[in-house]
T-cell receptor, first 112, second 115 residues
Framework: AQSVTQPDIHITVSEGASLELRCNYSYGATPYLFWYVQSPGQGLQLLLKYFSGDTLVQGIKGFEAEFKRSQSSFNLRKPSVHWSDAAEYFCAVGKGAQKLVFGQGTRLTINP | SAVISQKPSRDICQRGTSLTIQCQVDSQVTMMFWYRQQPGQSLTLIATANQGSEATYESGFVIDKFPISRPNLTFSTLTVSNMSPEDSSIYLC????????????FGPGTRLTVT
């Protein structure tokens, strides 16, 4: 069965520092991969997605993610975080009937 | 991307009652989904809302507890029936369309508290 693991429940970084959020998936074939962000009291916003092709994908708000098939990973990165990036981040995998399976989420705190 | 609205945005309900949540999309979409997000948890898919036919439920979710309607391509409702405190969650609808690459777009959610 599909599964998604986000090993880090909570990460704290300083404003201006770089960020990497980890995501590992389990699936029998190359899945569709997504990163979503959920700000407090809000719904989910799609940051970026990977379907095929270039394994480094660019998203909104300065985020990027790299698909590594050999490691079954799809880590999210940002070179310099802003206080407004504080939120919950979810990695998700989807295939077939468009069902999404979400990871447990990583809560990002930004220190001023 | 589609613009999705949900009503109500939040509600506090008594145990044993039912609440119907509405999801409205500003364009016709093929796929609509309902998710539950329990406090501090990730999202779990409840069901896929199929236009013109019964919803398809995921393991652990049943139609008697979470009846769903999908009368057209822009609207769906989810009812949480005979509520208990364990139903306190955020309920989110999402839409997807194969034409835009399988991603899903989410509504703002309905925050439900059952007392």
């Amino acid at each position: 069965a599909q599964s998604v693991t986000q090993p880090d429940i909570h990460i704290t970084v300083s404003e201006g520092a770089s960020l990497e959020l980890r995501c590992n998936y389990s699936y029998g074939a190359t899945p569709y991969l997504f990163w979503y962000v959920q700000s407090p009291g809000q719904g989910l916003q799609l940051l970026l997605k990977y379907f095929s092709g270039d394994t480094l994908v660019q998203g909104i708000k300065g985020f990027e993610a790299e698909f590594k098939r050999s490691q079954s990973s799809f880590n999210l990165r940002k070179p310099s975080v802003h206080w407004s990036d504080a939120a919950e981040y979810f990695c998700a995998v989807g295939k077939g009937a468009q069902k999404l399976v979400f990871g447990q989420g990583t809560r990002l705190t930004i220190n001023p | 991307s589609a613009v999705i609205s949900q009503k109500p945005s939040r509600d506090i309900c008594q145990r044993g009652t039912s609440l119907t949540i509405q999801c409205q999309v500003d364009s016709q979409v093929t796929m609509m989904f309902w998710y539950r997000q329990q406090p501090g948890q990730s999202l779990t898919l409840i069901a896929t809302a199929n236009q013109g036919s019964e919803a398809t439920y995921e393991s652990g979710f049943v139609i008697d507890k979470f009846p769903i309607s999908r009368p057209n391509l822009t609207f769906s409702t989810l009812t949480v029936s005979n509520m208990s405190p364990e139903d306190s969650s955020i309920y989110l609808c999402s839409v997807g369309d194969r034409g835009v690459g399988y991603e899903q777009y989410f509504g703002p959610g309905t925050r439900l508290t059952v007392t």
